[in-house]
């Protein structure tokens, strides 16, 4: 099993860019999270996705469009990007049983963004 | 409101010793605790969770983690430190508020540094 798989690894966008960066997962877990990791803030979620065809706000969305088509796949958009969003992304995915307390969660690699 | 505290940004231990890293919680509730730890330039890896049972929890790599309710913290611990386990170490409590489907509390990390 590859795990969470996040691409692309690195990127350098210009303010007012957009791109999409792709999370995708072969655990059949249903739960899927985007973080996004700052020094000295630790892990900020940005959207979630509890199924396929589902997603929520976490703590950080604004400036950011996630879409769940699939099960295994997860995607976060930035529809114009700005400095303030240069960040290191982290896709996460967990399985939840109904009624379970609390699941691993599971993370990918990584995605490094800089917006100029 | 729910919180994840770790009071030490960085922390220093030599070789051989033993090592804590401290985390402390407030949440409303029972709580469900995790650690994890990022290497460089890696995604976060589960380290180990307390739901219930023993206060004394075993993890990954020699790893233990102590739950103390009237304290209420969950402090990291290894019996002899290696140069290896130089790290960002994270933990996390689960919210218990059902609108949030049960996400996690993130503290904002310690780096462990353990010199040889």
């Known amino acids: 099993n590859a795990g969470v798989t996040q691409t692309p690894k690195f990127r350098v966008l210009k303010t007012g860019q957009s791109m999409t960066l792709l999370c995708a997962q072969d655990?059949?877990?249903?739960?899927m999270y985007w973080y996004r990791q700052d020094p000295g803030m630790g892990l900020r979620l940005i959207h979630y996705s509890v199924g396929e065809g589902t997603t929520a706000k976490g703590e950080v969305p604004d400036g950011y469009n996630v879409s769940r088509l699939k099960k295994q796949n997860f995607l976060l958009g930035l529809e114009s990007a700005a400095p303030s969003q240069t960040s290191v992304y982290f896709c996460a995915s967990s399985y939840h049983r109904g009624g379970a307390p609390a699941d691993t969660q599971y993370f990918g690699p990584g995605t490094r963004l800089t917006v100029l | 409101a729910q919180s994840v505290a770790q009071p030490e940004d960085q922390v220093n231990v030599a070789e051989g010793n033993p090592l804590t890293v401290k985390c402390t919680y407030s949440v409303s509730g029972n709580p469900y605790l995790f650690w994890y730890v990022q290497y460089p330039n890696r995604g976060l890896q589960f380290l180990l969770k307390?739901?219930?049972?023993d206060n004394l929890v075993k993890g990954s790599y020699g790893f233990e983690a102590e739950f103390n309710k009237s304290q209420t913290s969950f402090h990291l611990k290894k019996p002899s430190a290696l140069v290896s386990d130089s790290a960002l170490y994270f933990c996390a409590v689960r919210d218990n508020y059902p609108d949030s489907n049960y996400q996690l509390i993130w503290g904002a990390g310690t780096k462990l540094i353990i010199k040889p």
């Open positions: 655990m059949n877990h249903e739960y």
């Open positions: 307390y739901i219930t049972g």
